[in-house]
């Protein structure tokens, strides 16, 4: 199975840089190819998104989106009181694309994949898959 | 051409899972490899997202979508009477990325695909398309 | 290196209709393949979107997207006065998936690939991979 999966335990909300993470398991999957490398979450209420991992961003983007989600009244909270996370998940996304040159994440300068959690805390999973370019 | 594509009958606007479908395309495109596979919408009024498929979440993204996009005078709107539903499908997305492990989908307990409509009633395309792993 | 980059320079905010030089540098990658194509910012206060390429819309999302986001007290704006465009840029996202058939980007009647910019003006580059689908 040529996924790689790993596990990220969150707080209540909060955005999570997995980097890192990510730039590993890209590597092992790589093993020095170019392509795309795609991170998905396998959660509604948590999303994948790229942008800097400057601490203060980072909860500013939390806040947005918690706030920028209309207060109406949500069915789905009648079952379970999370339609506003669910909401900003879908937003956002659950998934990036990300290109790879001869094995290495190729980011931008001030670009980190963060993993943003909205109903947590909890333990998530997140998967990285890589296509090879043909050559 | 190793493209699958469906239509979807909608309504005004409303959200409809299209998970079966897609599965079954994905099926028919990976013959039991493993990879990725990518569901297109071809229109720009509707969008596609990961998340779950419950009656009452289904409705209340339609409506916090249709709520979120300001209230403003749009140029849009001076030649066809929809930015808002344009707006709101760029901010969810036209397509999303799966991963696909030995021919099936692999998903999160919770996800599902859902084709979000926001100026219906109309006849949708659908494309999915499956990229394989190497070995 | 099989990614093909252009740049594009930017005013204050705006969309840009980068379809054009998508088309041709999916045209240089794909040598007549079906598959995917992606393309992708390496910054993180632009997006790329799919939608239609009517100045009035360009516009109206632009202004759509600024106002959106809820006026707050960032905290990244004590570092650097732009907050509001890393958020709205997340929101739409970094980077798209498109269809090509026959070495052909396969889109939409309305569909055009958008750059938008939040945070201008500057010199952006923009990246675009191709991933060929087995026979």
Not at 12 to 37: F, H, P, W, Y
Not at 57 to 74: F, H, N
Not at 76 to 89: F, G
Not at 108 to 131: A, M
């Amino acid at each position: 199975m040529a996924m790689e999966v790993f596990t990220v335990n969150t707080e209540r909300t909060g955005a999570i840089d997995v980097t890192g993470k990510v730039r590993e398991c890209v590597r092992n999957l790589a093993k020095g190819r170019s392509g795309v490398a795609f991170v998905f979450t396998f959660h509604t209420t948590t999303a994948i998104t790229v942008n800097e991992a400057e601490s203060g961003l980072m909860d500013d983007m939390i806040r947005a989106g918690i706030s920028l989600v209309p207060k109406m009244d949500y069915r789905h909270n009648r079952i379970d009181n999370n339609a506003e996370a669910h909401i900003i998940s879908s937003l956002i996304g659950n998934s990036v694309a990300l290109p790879v040159e001869d094995g290495e994440l190729k980011l931008g300068t001030w670009q980190s994949v963060l993993l943003l959690e909205f109903d947590g805390p909890r333990t998530r999973k997140v998967g990285v898959k890589f296509l090879a370019e043909a050559d």
